[in-house]
């Protein structure tokens, strides 16, 4: 999930460039909604829990990336280009947060250091594919980004925690 997480993260910060509508706008509504993603991803954890959390933010991940596959079908329609980053960036940004403070409800306190360690490792590592996805032809990068948001969102219904 982890390494799910780290990729979609970079791959939607990378992409904005190349979404239809002014840039400047897409860049304002990723802010926004990375600002809003924060702040509920602590909410949702407290209140709902880990396995909730996760499902949240990849529903929302996933429905702005099968969205932003479509963006040229819809490339005049500024508001509808905007939501549909508002969701990925949105979804995106909270699974990263909520990987940070959930690592401590799935792992044991002894091995909690050294899971955010390996974690991170293998996402970090694979978050440097993400230049490369964004520079592929067509509505690939958002296919891979939808892909890798659907398989951590069924990765995270088995979640329990210690």
């Known amino acids: 999930m982890w390494v799910s997480t780290c990729t979609d993260y970079f791959l939607i910060n990378l992409y904005l460039k190349y979404i239809p509508g002014s840039e400047y706008l897409n860049v304002t509504i990723a802010g926004i909604a990375e600002i809003l993603a924060h702040l509920s991803a602590g909410l949702i954890f407290k209140k709902s829990g880990v396995k909730v959390s996760f499902v949240t933010g990849y529903s929302f991940a996933l429905a702005g990336g099968v969205c932003l596959m479509f963006q040229n079908k819809f490339a005049d329609n500024t508001f509808l280009v905007a939501l549909f980053v ?3 960036k949105f979804g995106a940004s909270m699974c990263l947060c909520i ?17 955010f360690g390996i974690c991170n490792l293998f996402g970090r590592l694979m978050q440097a594919a993400a230049p490369f996805i964004v520079e592929m032809n067509g509505a690939l990068p958002m296919t891979i980004f939808s892909g890798l948001a659907g398989i951590a969102l069924l990765c995270s219904f ?5």
Do not use: E, N, S
């Not at 990987?99 to 899971?115: D, E, R, V």
């Not at 088995?158 to 210690?162: G, N």
């Open 99 to 115: 990987c940070q403070i959930a690592t401590p409800w799935l792992f044991p306190t002894t091995l909690c250091g050294t899971a």
């Open 86 to 88: 508002l969701l990925a």
């Open 158 to 162: 088995p979640l329990k925690t210690v």
